[in-house]
DNA sequence: GATTAGTCCTTAACACATTAATTATTGCGA
DNA sequence: TCGCAATAATTAATGTGTTAAGGACTAATC
């Protein structure tokens, strides 16, 4: 008596196409990242920061979807390379705020047209309405908020 | 004269949303794997070569979504662990063949029933009409074949 | 059959993801 | 005020993602 549970197959397996198709979305947009010398995730960090201007770090991650110790080291080299700044919050010395720059809205900036671009590429290959409705159901997946 | 070209909010970013759906979907999956003591990734591998055999490295790390440098060191942990197989192709001694061991196979079905319980719930929260529609658009995201 | 180019795979280097442990600071209660 | 739990952030350890370079083998060309 073998089990037999039906796993479904791996072409179908959810997980592998999000997977995929993140590596399908992220092949143009690494392309215009080559030429900036920065990553896709502190690609994503200045984003964040410069739509909602500067805030503490907990939120930052959250926005950005990335983990606490991935940021830490993320807004670190962002700093290095003078793209933001890291404040002690004074009434919380725990806690810390991050900014963007000048240089760092400037480097946003100097590729916004081309990202804008590439976004708009993929609406218009899916279809307006196609394209919001991906953008809904993939909110349905999203982890619960805390 | 601010050129002000309008980058998409990253909260309906595609990259993003793909990003939050695959962490909300992966979350309960990383926890059926804890106690398998595999990687996610490792899991990938042992599942496809479950389904389709015995096969070459470059056919498994199209089918697992893997780039190459990481399928060398997953199969080497996976074979360490004895899960895999890992033998030489006797006709073209540079390519290798990969296959999965009664040990790994016992593994996979050990947890089959989980796996195909969780997946059963994704399909079943979003409805199996869009649950199969989601599948289709994410499909036409992904790489063209090459 | 030696040179050359091409293919398969590995290694290296750097950055990120994940989990767990650690430090620093704050807030609370005995 | 002393200790102790809670919170914010960092550090550590292991594994993966990505790009580039290297090594081994094969195939094509002359």
Redesign the pocket.
């Known amino acids: 008596m073998t089990q037999q549970t039906s796993l479904p197959s791996t072409a179908r397996s959810l997980p592998i196409a999000l997977l995929r198709a993140r ?1 399908g979305v ?1 092949g143009p947009i ?1 392309e215009m990242l080559t030429d900036t010398g920065i ?1 896709e ?2 690609w994503r960090v200045l984003r964040v920061l410069e739509e909602f201007g500067e805030m ?3 939120t930052l991650a959250q926005r950005a979807s ?10 670190a ?1 962002l700093n290095e390379k003078g793209l933001v700044t ?1 404040t002690r ?1 004074t009434g ?5 705020l991050v900014a963007v720059t000048a240089e760092g809205r400037a480097l946003i900036e100097a590729h916004a047209a081309e990202a804008s671009r590439i976004a708009a590429g993929f609406r218009e290959s899916l279809g307006a309405e196609r394209y919001e409705e991906l953008l809904d159901l993939l909110a349905l997946l999203a982890p619960k908020e805390r």
Chains 1, 2 share one sequence.
Do not use: G, H, N, V
Not at 66 to 75: C, E, G, K, N, V
Not at 92 to 96: A, G, I, L, N, P
């Open positions: 590596e992220m690494r990553t995730q502190q503490d770090t907990k990335l983990l606490f110790p991935s940021l830490t080291r993320i807004a080299t890291q919050d919380d010395r725990r806690r810390q």
